[in-house]
């Protein structure tokens, strides 16, 4: 994954997976602590509207507190509108957007997409966060 904070193998992150009733794997969360800051760097879940992405998120939060991290944050790109609006239902608000920043990630990682979500061009990174006042 490449994004401004980082260049990221998410099989190499700390995370958490959800499991169903079957044994399958329906969610999953990648994380990495750096000082006082922990920041998601993957969500996916495979069975929307069912709490996974909730539960998976909550459980980031609670081992951002045992590492006494601050801050909880991410980040996600301006047609994911889903995930921004996932995030700020659960806390999280805007800190700052990164104009054309996705250009930058394609320099390494040509395959991005040019359009996303909803026919949206894909352009900015916006970071979210997450006080230790709400974690």
């Known amino acids: 994954m490449v994004i401004s904070s980082g260049i ?4 190499t ?14 969610g999953l969360i990648t994380c990495e602590i750096c000082g006082a800051e922990c920041e998601i760097i993957s969500l996916d879940s495979m ?17 951002a507190r045992q590492h006494h991290c601050t801050v909880v944050s991410l980040i996600t790109t301006n047609d994911n509108l889903h995930a921004l609006k996932f995030y ?31 026919g949206i061009p894909i352009r900015d990174e916006i970071r979210l966060q997450k006080t230790s006042v709400s974690i």
């Open 8 to 11: 990221y193998d998410c099989s």
């Open 13 to 26: 992150l700390e995370g958490f997976i959800f499991v169903n009733d079957n044994q399958t794997i329906v």
């Open 47 to 63: 069975e929307e509207g069912k709490g996974i992405g909730s539960c998976l998120v909550k459980a980031v939060e609670e081992q």
């Open 88 to 118: 700020q239902k659960r806390g999280y608000s805007l800190v700052e957007v990164l104009p054309n920043a996705v250009e930058k990630a394609r320099a390494l990682k040509p395959e991005i997409p040019f359009i996303g979500h909803d």
